[in-house]
T-cell receptor, first 114, second 114 residues
Framework: NAGVTQTPKFQVLKTGQSMTLQCAQDMNHNSMYWYRQDPGMGLRLIYYSASEGTTDKGEVPNGYNVSRLNKREFSLRLESAAPSQTSVYFC?????????????FGPGTRLTVL | GENVEQHPSTLSVQEGDSAVIKCTYSDSASNYFPWYKQELGKRPQLIIDIRSNVGEKKDQRIAVTLNKTAKHFSLHITETQPEDSAVYFCAASGGSGSWGKLQFGAGTQVVVTP
């Protein structure tokens, strides 16, 4: 099993450009998440999907949109990138929507917005 | 919503000594407390977790304690080794209205010197 995979690994954008970060999991998990990680701020939840067909905002959703394409895939879109969105982005998944299930993380995407 | 504070932000220990990281949480309804380890350039990975019906849990050299009354929990690493050098994150979930979302602390950089 590959676990949670993300593409791309690195990306450089200019202010105002758009892009989509892709995430897929092969563990048959129901729930998926997108986080951003900034120095000294831990992991902050952007959006999550409790189950296929549902999405909801997390702590820092402004400037992002998501799509739960199917049970395996959960994408994150930046419509008009800003320098404040320079960060490392992690996708994660967990077995159920219950809060006490381990979240498995992807390898991350390092995004720089110039 | 839930707020998790983590201390210290950096911790330097000599190989063989013990390391302790402390976290406090604000929502008394939170009931799941995982700890993640993130090595440089890698993804966060779960190392141990504890639920609110348990006061202490051990796994080889690591242990977690939970004090529900005081709303704090701690990670203890004994006989530290160089491979314990990493950033450690605590998290909490299960509180009021949180569904399964994890609220992470800001992280502790642990450096183990030989």
């Amino acid at each position: 099993n590959a676990g949670v995979t993300q593409t791309p690994k690195f990306q450089v954008l200019k202010t105002g450009q758009s892009m989509t970060l892709q995430c897929a999991q092969d563990m048959n998990h129901n729930s998926m998440y997108w986080y951003r990680q900034d120095p000294g701020m831990g992991l902050r939840l952007i959006y999550y999907s409790a189950s296929e067909g549902t999405t909801d905002k997390g702590e820092v959703p402004n400037g992002y949109n998501v799509s739960r394409l199917n049970k395996r895939e959960f994408s994150l879109r930046l419509e008009s990138a800003a320098p404040s969105q320079t960060s490392v982005y992690f996708c994660a998944s967990s077995r159920t929507s219950g809060g006490d299930n381990e979240q498995f993380f992807g390898p991350g995407t390092r995004l720089t917005v110039l | 919503g839930e707020n998790v504070e983590q201390h210290p932000s950096t911790l330097s220990v000599q190989e063989g000594d013990s390391a302790v990281i402390k976290c406090t949480y604000s929502d008394s309804a939170s009931n799941y407390f995982p700890w993640y380890k993130q090595e440089l350039g890698k993804r966060p990975q779960l190392i141990i977790d504890i639920r609110s019906n348990v006061g202490e849990k051990k796994d080889q050299r690591i242990a977690v304690t939970l004090n529900k009354t005081a709303k704090h929990f701690s990670l203890h690493i004994t006989e530290t080794q160089p491979e314990d050098s990493a950033v450690y994150f605590c998290a909490a979930s299960g509180g009021s209205g949180s569904w399964g979302k994890l609220q992470f602390g800001a992280g502790t950089q642990v450096v183990v010197t030989p």
